[in-house]
């Protein structure tokens, strides 16, 4: 079956730090690869996506690139703001309508 | 811009009471899904429904658990004899087609069984 495996959190990061969330895949078929985001007593919002090997998803600075031989779609972001604070979720869809989501990884950015 | 809604966005019942989550998935949308999120953990697939009926269930959605899309706007997730385990934030998500695999999630309704 389809599984995501997050980097576990939380990580706490001061503001402007470069940060990487690590997220590995396994699937059937080609998924595509999604971060959704969760701010504090907010739904889910979705970041970015990737539909294809090599392809990069970007938004509001955060990238990510699907990576086929590592199955990886790890979330970078070189300056982070205390606005970044949030629970950041790596997620796959495999055409099969639903999604698979990995358990989250809690950030905490720190003036 | 286009949004999915859902209410309550807080509901405290007791054990074996019936609950009724209601969503309004966004209008051109096709595909329609409910999700849960136990307090601090993952976010966990409960069903997809298209074309008026269940297209994929998890082992999580047993016989307690209905949808129903009572009419052109509305998509309800009824939980017909609450359970403590039950209590969770739940998410209604749509998407426009099934293979982008983008979903559009609504702000979750509590439900809280005491």
């Known amino acids: 079956g389809n599984s995501v495996t997050q980097m576990e959190g939380p990580v706490t990061l001061s503001e402007e730090a470069f940060l990487t969330i690590n997220c590995t895949y396994t699937?059937?078929?080609?998924?595509?690869l999604f971060w959704y985001v969760q701010y504090p007593g907010e739904g889910l919002q979705l970041l970015l996506k990737?539909?294809?090997?090599?392809d990069k998803g970007s938004n509001k600075g955060f990238e990510a690139t699907y990576r086929k031989e590592t199955t990886s779609f790890h979330l970078e972001k070189g300056s982070v703001q205390v606005s970044d604070s949030a629970v950041y979720f790596c997620?796959?869809?495999?055409?099969?309508?639903?999604?698979?989501f990995g358990d989250g990884t809690t950030l905490t950015v720190k003036p | 811009e286009p949004e999915v809604t859902q209410t309550p966005s807080h509901q405290v019942t007791q054990m074996g009471q019936e609950v009724i989550l209601r969503c309004v998935p966004i209008?051109?949308?096709?595909?329609f899904y409910w999700y849960r999120q136990i307090l601090g953990q993952k976010v966990e697939f409960l069903v997809s429904?298209?074309?008026?009926?269940?297209?994929?269930k998890s082992e999580i959605f047993d016989d307690q658990f209905s949808v129903e899309r009572p009419d052109g706007s509305n998509f309800t997730l009824k939980i017909r004899s609450t359970k403590l385990e039950d209590s969770a934030m739940y998410f209604c998500?749509?998407?426009?087609?099934?293979?982008?695999?983008?979903?559009?999630f609504g702000e979750g309704s509590r439900l809280t069984v005491l």
């Open positions: 998500a749509s998407s426009e087609a099934r293979d982008t695999g983008e979903l559009f």
């Open positions: 699937a059937t078929g080609y998924p595509s």
């Open positions: 990737a539909t294809k090997a090599d």
């Open positions: 997620a796959l869809n495999t055409n099969a309508g639903k999604s698979t």
């Open positions: 209008s051109n949308h096709l595909y």
């Open positions: 429904f298209y074309n008026n009926e269940i297209s994929e």
